[in-house]
Antibody, heavy 119, light 107 residues
Framework: QVQLVQSGAEVKKPGASVKVSCKAS????????MHWVRQAPGQGLEWMGV????????TYAQKFQGRVTMTRDTSTSTVYMEVSSLRSEDTAVYYC????????????WGQGTLVTVSS | EIVLTQSPGTLSLSPGERATLSCRAS???????LAWYQQKPGQAPRLLIY???SRATGIPDRFSGGGSGTDFTLTISRLEPEDFAVYYC????????FGGGTKVEIK
């Protein structure tokens, strides 16, 4: 079955960077896009950007341009999302989610990775 | 950027009742590219409806979606205990955006 398994929780200090991984299995990795969505505590869902694992092209939400980098490793079917210059407002659960096309619904989602930014 | 407004913020209903959730877009959503997700506490969102009215794999038929243009609805015909959760709409006709969510709680 299709599965997206994310890396474990992280605690970071303000100004640091964090890199979250999302390992895909059960399907052809390069045939689907991977989006990243975050959710601050008690808040709604916020789209961050997307990577095409086939060629590695990326599109980021304007809010995150310059601070977020998405990459992939086709040999391990894993995508990565790095956020730099962390601040307390970046404390959130970060999800990866698969989509057949760039403009498509998301199914399934990873289990989420909690990133806590605290001094 | 398309802004999605969901209403009501909270819906208090009893098991067996019908739930109607609304999602209104600030401009027309192209090709009815709208999805609904269910999220329970501590869990990732789960896709319920895509393309405004198509049920995702394994979703019970008590869930139905409708609408087009700027106005969309999610209907749960008879609420089961496991349906009490938060529901989000999402448009993907352009840069993806989510609504603020509707919480369906037990009355």
């Amino acid at each position: 079955q299709v599965q997206l398994v994310q890396s474990g929780a992280e605690v970071k200090k303000p100004g640091a960077s964090v890199k979250v991984s999302c390992k895909a299995s059960g399907y052809t990795f390069t045939s689907y896009y991977m989006h990243w969505v975050r959710q601050a505590p008690g808040q709604g869902l916020e789209w961050m950007g997307v990577i095409n694992p086939s060629g590695g092209s990326t599109t980021y939400a304007q809010k995150f341009q310059g601070r977020v980098t998405m990459t992939r490793d086709t040999s391990t079917s894993t995508v990565y999302m790095e956020v730099s210059s962390l601040r307390s407002e970046d404390t959130a659960v970060y999800y990866c989610a698969r989509a057949f096309q760039f403009y498509d619904s998301f199914d399934p989602w990873g289990q989420g990775t909690l990133v806590t930014v605290s001094s | 950027e398309i802004v999605l407004t969901q209403s009501p913020g909270t819906l208090s209903l009893s098991p067996g009742e019908r739930a109607t959730l609304s999602c209104r877009a600030s401009q027309s959503v192209s090709s009815s590219s709208l999805a609904w997700y269910q999220q329970k506490p501590g869990q990732a969102p789960r896709l319920l409806i895509y393309d405004a009215s198509s049920r995702a794999t394994g979703i019970p038929d008590r869930f139905s979606g409708g609408g087009s243009g700027t106005d969309f609805t999610l209907t749960i015909s008879r609420l089961e205990p496991e349906d009490f959760a938060v529901y989000y709409c999402q448009q993907y006709g352009s840069s993806p955006q989510f609504g603020g969510g509707t919480k369906v709680e037990i009355k």
